[in-house]
């Protein structure tokens, strides 16, 4: 079992799902499961440095994929979670499809400070 437990927050940020989108809005990456981890990742810190937060400041996430082995297979894209401090509780779920076909992978994120 892992857990994670915020004690004294002040701030709570709600990521909706990112997906593996350039700042136009056009899916990228498409067929490379490690790419759009890659991506997802950084459109999330985009989106907390927005609001002056980290990739440190994530205590949960939620992972969406169409692809289970594949994502299984490039999971180590996470480590740069871990590399930033991140302790976070998380889900992993298969899905039959996503938003657009292109995503193999979305992920929501929950952020405290």
Known sequence: MWCHEVVNATRTLHLSGQASLDGDG?????????GQIRQVIDNIETVLAEA?????????VNIFTTDMDLFFEHADELER???????YASTLVGVTRLAFP??????EATATT
């Open 81 to 87: 979670l871990r590399e930033a401090g991140t302790r």
């Open 26 to 34: 056009i899916p990228v990456c498409v067929g490379d499961m490690a």
């Open 52 to 60: 002056a937060m980290s990739l440190a400041d994530i205590v949960r």
């Open 102 to 107: 292109e995503f193999l992978v979305e992920i």
